[in-house]
Every structure is written in C-alpha cells, then in structure tokens.
Nanobody, 112 residues
C-alpha cells in the first residue's frame, strides 16, 4: 500500500518553530515532486511549498516565504518543512502530497 505519512505537528507559541516530516511508505519518494498544503478550520486550502524530485527546485507561497523551508532526504525517503516565526494564522492541518496521494495530515496549533 502506498501512502504518505506526516508527523511533527503540535502546539507552539507565536514566534516559535516546528519541523514537519513527510515519509513515504511503499514507494520511492525521490521520484516525485512533493507539495505541502494546509487547511485551517473554515478556510480554503493554502498552498505552501513544493520541491522537485532532485531537491534543486523549491517554491513557496507568499504566506510562508521567508519563514518556511522545504527540504528532502532521499536516503531517508522523507521531505521536511521547517517552520519558523510561527503565527496564530499558521494554525491548520498540514498535508503533504505527491504521486497523486495525500497523507492524513498533522495538526499545528500556534497559540499562547
């Protein structure tokens, strides 16, 4: 069974940092472009970032540019999203997508 599994979410204070991880099960992650998106309660999906299969090309949405960094470790078969200077408006469920599939999500709450 092929799947993506996100982890690393949690509760963090404003201005804090978290690193999310996306792991592939049943397929080689390095063959695919991987995207991070998020969905906050009552809001539409927010596209955050993507990374090319070889890790060279990275793109960021305006809402996270300069604060979030995407990277991949093709040996560990994972993609990470480092998040800094978190704001309450970053509160959402974060998903990784690739190969036409989406993980179950990991919840991030930014609150004091």
């Amino acid at each position: 069974q092929v799947q993506l599994v996100e982890s690393g979410g949690g509760l963090v204070q404003p201005g804090g940092s978290l690193t999310l991880s996306c792991a592939a099960r049943g397929f080689i992650l390095s063959d695919y472009l991987i995207t991070w998106v998020r969905q906050a309660p009552g809001k539409g999906q927010d596209w955050l970032s993507n990374i090319s299969p070889n890790g060279v090309y990275k793109n960021y949405g305006d809402s996270v540019k300069g604060r979030f960094t995407i990277s991949r470790d093709n040996v560990k078969n994972t993609v990470s999203l480092q998040m800094h200077d978190l704001k309450p408006e970053d509160t959402a469920v974060y998903y990784c997508e690739g190969r036409g599939i989406r993980g179950q999500g990991t919840e991030v709450t930014v609150s004091s």
